[in-house]
């Protein structure tokens, strides 16, 4: 059973979009991670997410973990074909992945 | 040195074939883990080794047989694999020894072709 999902799956955008993409859970945890993963590469940490409402940027990106610490969402301002890659969420004490957000950045 | 190494970079291999994936830390980590990933599919757990021992094993079959010699180095035992089981296999390691209560730290993976 996934206890985490991700949406959309699939994202195919131009240079220059915004977008969002979500990481949810029916059950809180006490932390969440955010993982990229670049085409032919392994995942690479973006952030950790700890505390109920927090906001975190990392340069054009913006995370946040809800209030209730069941869900995350990650926004992304002004995508670049850079950011094309495997989106993936990761709860603290678990070392199984969400579903994972492909991200398709055109230039 | 923040790197996790894997080896070798591509495999190719029969369905009677033995052969094994490495992977090498030397980071002072004391978890390391082994994902399977197919494409566009995030990575699934397969197994965790935690301070040298085995913590979990994700009922992966017999063919996979995980292997711990020391702190720094994680091996995959291939043996009598199905061509379903053609993937990136990724390794990883992690600070604390409790599985995933800190950063992953990931190879570059090795690409299995299993003919």
């Known amino acids: 059973t996934q206890l985490l999902e991700q949406s959309p799956q699939f994202l195919s955008i131009q240079e220059g979009e915004n977008l969002t993409v979500y990481c949810n859970s029916s059950s809180v945890f006490s932390s969440l991670q955010w993982y990229r993963q670049e085409p032919g590469e392994g995942p690479v940490l973006l952030v950790t997410?700890?505390?109920?409402?927090e906001v975190k940027k990392l340069k054009r990106l913006t995370f946040q973990f809800g209030d209730a610490r069941k869900d995350s969402s990650l926004h992304i301002t002004a995508a670049q074909p850079g950011d094309t890659g495997l989106y993936l969420c990761?709860?603290?004490?678990?070392?199984?992945f969400g579903d994972g957000t492909t991200l398709t950045v055109k230039p | 040195d923040t790197e996790v190494t894997q080896t070798p970079k591509h495999l190719v291999m029969g369905m009677t074939n033995k052969k094994s994936l490495k992977c090498e830390q030397h980071m002072g980590h004391r978890a390391m883990y082994w994902y399977k990933q197919k494409a566009k599919k995030p990575p699934e757990l397969m197994f965790v080794?935690?301070?040298?021992?085995?913590?979990i094993n994700e009922s992966v079959p017999s063919r996979f047989s995980p292997e711990c010699p020391n702190s720094s180095l994680l091996n995959l035992h291939l043996h009598a694999l199905q061509p379903e089981d053609s993937a990136l296999y990724l390794c990883?390691?992690?600070?604390?020894?409790?599985?995933?209560?800190?950063?992953?730290?990931f190879g570059e993976g090795s690409r299995l072709t299993v003919l």
């Open positions: 997410v700890v505390t109920g409402g």
């Open positions: 990883a390691s992690s600070q604390n020894g409790a599985p995933n209560t800190g950063e992953l730290f």
């Open positions: 080794y935690s301070y040298e021992k085995l913590s």
């Open positions: 990761l709860r603290a004490g678990k070392s199984t």
